[in-house]
């Protein structure tokens, strides 16, 4: 199987995803300062999710630029991967839409952390593809950061859980632009 | 012809078809537990449409990594099965937001099963431009898979179509997933 | 100037505009058999459009697949027609939502045609680009197959204006069909 | 790190967002040639925004062609300004919507002036990335034409916040369409 084509599909679906959430900052009807201001929910969820699924795609690159065998299984969590990505424009609009009501950033911090661990399990699995000596496992292997986001994460949605959850959507921010610290900070500590 | 401008359209297209389904799934109002729970109908037609899409590609992609000629008549059938394919859209949208309505599911299993019919004959025209001893025809040819989903799928269409929606569909479901079964555990049996 | 990148971007808006039109495929609240019937001038507008950009496609690989030398002037030819094609999906929806109404048909037709017009300088600046008597010159000078469907295009938009939309509309499906003859048919006649 | 799939992923997302733009032509209801007229404002903000978005990309396309090295900092500076680029339908809809009111003119200005700033930055950053006498930086060093869009850009912002939003939008197709001038025109004066 080629990596060439699967990667096609797959920047394809990265990109509209990270582009149609744009299609829910819906046109306020005689726009005043106050009700653009009043939009800022909705701006900060498009914001917070253009950032995390760039982030979710720059790993990708990586992981993929190393990458020499793709099997069948590899494509399949990578549809898995694209599939709760697929999910993250609708949990943005419903939270921006709704004001950070706990429930909706509950819903949303849970999609996020999901979409790490099955992002976790394609790691092992081109691990496992590519045997644990290859250089592609020397590269990938140990996942501080990434254990340290889900466990982050899980706290995020407890606190939104138990009612505050403009501090959980904070965390989240938190976690998210953590990931532009190199990995060997994390490693090396 | 090349075939790699071919299958960069039919990458893009599958992407498209594969994510703007996303945008069927309408934020709710001031949500609750419950607004998401009766959702389900259009999770689950979502979730269904992005695995049989899927599916298609991975089918497509196969195909077409052996594909070493490429004419217009190909070209025309390739437009057709993503024609039929980018109706997958509204047929969900319209199952799921109806609550698998008899009608809606009978639609629903009758384009995926075109789609299906399309393939198949994409996978003929193809077989006949490489002629029926090349490498290509060798593996392609014999379908029981295929001829096996149509005939199961045109019976999920008639029970749908006798009042059994809910039954018709999760039959769907099932054929889609007997897909990840390897082709050659069909071909021995 | 890579003639790659500008294919890719024109790969990527021509898969947009073919797809997006589904999305004015608006789903029936409680459907019957009667309202789908009720839905066939969208879908006849959805599949000509699709018929008409998949064609523009066809005629846009085959042309560039022979291209040498791409200028600054071809890059922004080559934008206006994207331009023209990205206003298909709206005259496909005003003219599907409308029934065929004489002005949303006129307005198509004229669409139509002048993306055809559009085209046509798009060849004719390449021929000029790679000299009279290089081999894309020779290959793509002469077309008498779209002066005549500018001709009948025409005589279309004018069968609207006056009154007859629906006839109008059937001769724009017949010229676009006709695409399927080959060119030598129309050059040695 | 490749440029290629950093380029990938950035024309589908230059593609999506030139494209998607359409979406927020609505489709008149019952429509004469009056209701086609009085959208004038609609159409004029989709293809002013058409144009500029199409430059920036022609300027990020040269731009790239000559880019020899990919740094962390490029991708994410690229990010930054595709993600102003995707506000860029929002705006658009909402000055095209509201005729031309002052309040979405100024965002509108607003956000193509931040977007040329971006812009800057990214070339500023590629220039270091390869070093002061590499061939990249001969290329692109000195911007005469960058800055003065940027300080007629911000005039145009000015105009609208004291109430002339229509001139100022003049002045911003204006400013557009001056960047069909050559470069040295800019440089040699």
């Given at each position: 199987m080629q990596k060439n084509r699967l990667e096609a599909l797959t920047d394809g679906i990265y990109a509209i995803i990270i582009t149609i959430?744009?299609?829910?900052?819906?046109?306020?009807?005689?726009?005043?300062i106050e009700s653009y201001i009043d939009m800022w929910p909705v701006f900060a969820s498009y914001a917070v999710s253009f950032l995390f699924v760039g982030l979710n795609w720059a790993s990708h690159h990586h992981l993929f630029h190393t990458v020499t065998k793709v099997s069948n299984s590899v494509l399949w969590i990578n549809m898995l991967n694209l599939f709760i990505l697929s999910l993250v424009p609708f949990a943005t609009a419903t939270m921006g839409e709704n004001s950070f009501k706990a429930i909706t950033v509950t819903i949303y911090g849970s999609l996020l952390t999901i979409s790490i661990v099955v992002y976790l399990i394609l790691v092992n699995l081109l691990c496992r593809t590519h045997g644990a000596n290859s250089a592609f496992s020397q590269q990938f292997k140990g996942h501080k950061k990434t254990y340290l986001s889900i466990v982050l994460n899980s706290i995020a949605i407890v606190i939104s859980m138990i009612g505050f959850p403009k501090i959980a959507f904070s965390l989240l921010v938190v976690i998210s632009l953590a990931w532009f610290i190199p990995n060997h900070v994390f490693e090396e500590s």
């Open positions: 959430m744009v299609l829910e900052l819906r046109v306020p009807h005689d726009p005043t």
